[in-house]
């Protein structure tokens, strides 16, 4: 018989003991250690692999810019003297307008920076479709202090208003007078009335208008030039940018400003463009062949020429024997980097081309920049053969 009461013999049941694993303090901080180490790791090929990134997104930017620019001067440069170079020689060496200033003709124009500074390229040429050709002035002009009548041969067909003129004697010494035509007639030969350029200018007939040898009303060529081109290429420090802008008279003055980039009275070419250097290639008289590599100025040990805007007025010859110009563009790589004496970045200034003793390369220099040896630089060089001068052999 049972007795009910078996649970007691074996008392109450004895609680259950379990074993729990884990870490320990000491063991969470070799982890947290080896955690940070591996971030550390991570960020600082993060920063290498971006900061090589930007480098190379940096050169193709350097790259495509200073092509551009090289690009856009080239193609502007082989246009240079359409319109006024012809067989007998240039039209003039300089033109006045209503201002009497007489500024230099020339169908690519090197002004000097002096020193290392960037130089200034004007490139001249005419979009007339005569392409050149001139008209001789049949008799004296006649008019007033506000307008001439210039009798020409030529069809009234070769003029259209507001085209710019060049009153000249082709391959002599006498400054053009650049007028603008304000109506074409014909009575017994083609009449073309002008008035001053710039509009609103002093025209000041006729002592302000030189036409012909020595003056002489007969004689004298009329060079249509059509709106007439000149552009003028320069580095605008305060933006490193190439620009464009126009170079007549009148026109005012290129400027920049950054945060925002703003351009006032001229075009961007390229971006992150840092220097312009150039130099005119030159031939003997009544050579084709360059031989020669000058300067814009008047310290020049290859040819002694004064290669100035002044020495060329004062020689005007010379301007026929500038065959070539040689150009050279610096662009910037923006990735700023550090500088270290065995890193990346060479300290020195960019050479743009092995020179001669006696033709030594232009010198850049870009320590208008304080960090400018924290930046890489690409060169970009091209000879530019002036195809109007050489064509016209003369």
């Not at 920076?113 to 050709?133: H, K, L, Q, R, S």
């Not at 259209?160 to 603008?180: A, E, F, Y």
Request: aromatic fraction near 6%; charged fraction near 10%.
């Amino acid at each position: 018989m049972c007795n009910g009461n078996a649970s007691a013999q074996g008392g109450a049941l004895a609680p259950t003991t379990m074993k729990r694993n884990g870490f320990t303090i000491v063991e969470l901080m070799v982890g947290l250690a080896v955690g940070i180490i591996l971030l550390l790791i991570v960020a600082q090929s993060y920063t290498m692999y971006e900061g090589k990134k930007r480098t190379t997104t940096g050169g193709a930017d350097a790259q495509e810019n200073g092509l551009s620019a090289l690009r856009a001067l080239q193609s502007d440069m082989r246009q240079g003297g359409a319109g006024f170079v012809s067989s007998q020689g240039t039209a003039c060496p300089s033109y006045v307008n209503g201002n009497g200033t007489a500024n230099p003709l020339l169908p690519v124009q090197i002004i000097d920076g002096g020193g290392t500074a960037n130089d200034t390229i004007v490139v001249t040429y005419g979009t007339t479709p005569a392409g050149g050709d001139s008209a001789m002035i049949l008799e004296p002009p006649t008019g007033s202090a506000t307008a001439a009548t210039i009798a020409v041969q030529a069809p009234a067909t070769a003029f259209k208003p507001q085209d710019i003129l060049l009153l000249s004697d082709p391959g002599g010494l006498h400054s053009c007078t650049m007028v603008q035509v304000a109506s074409i007639s014909t009575f017994g030969a083609t009449r073309v009335t002008t008035t001053a350029y710039p509009s609103g200018s002093n025209y000041s007939f006729p002592a302000g208008v030189t036409y012909g040898p020595g003056d002489a009303p007969i004689g004298g060529y009329v060079f249509n030039m059509g709106s007439m081109v000149s552009n003028q290429y320069q580095v605008l420090t305060a933006c490193s940018a190439l620009v464009v802008s126009n170079a007549l008279p009148g026109t005012p003055s290129p400027s920049c400003t950054m945060n925002p980039e703003t351009f006032t009275n001229t075009t961007a070419v390229a971006d992150s463009i840092v220097a312009l250097q150039a130099q005119y290639g030159i031939a003997p008289a009544g050579s084709q062949t360059v031989n020669c590599w000058v300067n814009a100025n008047n310290a020049n040990t290859c040819d002694t020429a004064d290669w100035s805007a002044a020495g060329l007025l004062a020689s005007p010859g010379n301007i026929q024997r500038i065959k070539a110009i040689r150009i050279a563009v610096v662009a910037r790589n923006n990735q700023q980097e550090k500088v270290t004496p065995n890193g990346p970045v060479t300290p020195n200034a960019p050479v743009l081309w092995p020179g001669l003793a006696n033709q030594p390369a232009p010198t850049v220099n870009l320590s208008s920049n304080p960090n400018w040896q924290n930046f890489r630089y690409k060169v970009y060089t091209t000879i530019v053969p002036l195809k109007n001068v050489i064509w016209a052999q003369i």
